[in-house]
């Protein structure tokens, strides 16, 4: 097995706990649907959000479906000028014997176009 890492991101309509518990859930859902993963497999996941993003921690989410031997963390993404509003980040280091382009990345609603130069 490699230490590999897997992006993703997703945005909320609104910056309540329901929407980020429901949009966080189903990014790492889809994250690791798209690479067959489980839970032992993932070694750590960092969150970021945007500034406009504070009803709840990202982690939080996470714990809720299931990642709570997982160890998480959460940050503020950079106030970049012209930036996504709105917008929750993942990064997840995995234990996988797949190879970078075989890794599927996952970016959902607003954020699909953010990196289209990641294979998805």
Known sequence: ?????????????????????????????????????????????????????VSMFPATAARGIGFGAVPLLCAAEIPVPGAMPLCVRVLLHVDTDRSRQELRHVYLHGAKGLRDDLPG
């Open 1 to 53: 097995m490699t230490v590999r890492a897997l992006r993703g991101a997703t945005t909320v309509d609104e910056d309540t706990e329901a929407q980020v518990t429901e949009r966080v859930q189903e990014l790492l859902r889809e994250v690791m649907d798209h690479n067959g993963l489980v839970e032992d497999d993932i070694i750590s996941i960092v969150f970021t959000a945007t500034a406009d993003v």
